[in-house]
């Protein structure tokens, strides 16, 4: 299986700026885990940002990534139109899902 995709992956080759700075990963403070999604990564941190789950930094990162996961959103709310019902719960549950630790979940 094709492991989940991380900013690491994403930001290999942009700017400097992008990787965040002491306070933060790629402009997210203490992000929860992306993993077992094979959905897009942009797409999980979306959901993820609307369910609450993201901290932004207030560096140069952390406001790129903010801006743009809020198009992304936008632009995924439109298509939810365009797809099943049941898919999109299933899309949004397996977001949910991989924001939570496996600590978490076995205690969930
Ligand atoms: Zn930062």
Redesign the pocket.
């Known amino acids: 299986m094709k492991p989940a995709q991380t900013e690491t992956d994403l930001t290999k080759f942009g700017p400097a700026w992008a990787h965040?700075?002491?306070?933060?990963?790629f402009?997210?403070?203490n992000p929860p885990p992306v993993h077992g999604v094979y959905i897009g990564m942009y797409v999980v941190r979306a959901i993820q940002m609307d369910k609450g789950f993201l901290v932004?930094?207030?560096?140069?990162?952390?406001e790129t990534y903010e801006k743009y996961l809020k198009a992304r959103l936008v632009d995924i709310r439109a298509r939810r139109d365009l797809v099943d019902g049941a898919y999109w719960k299933q899309v949004i549950e397996q977001a949910v899902e991989a924001s939570l630790a496996p600590a978490q979940r076995e205690t969930a």
Request: proline share 0%; with cysteine.
């Open positions: 965040g700075c002491e306070k933060c990963k402009g997210l403070i932004f930094c207030d560096c140069k990162a952390g």
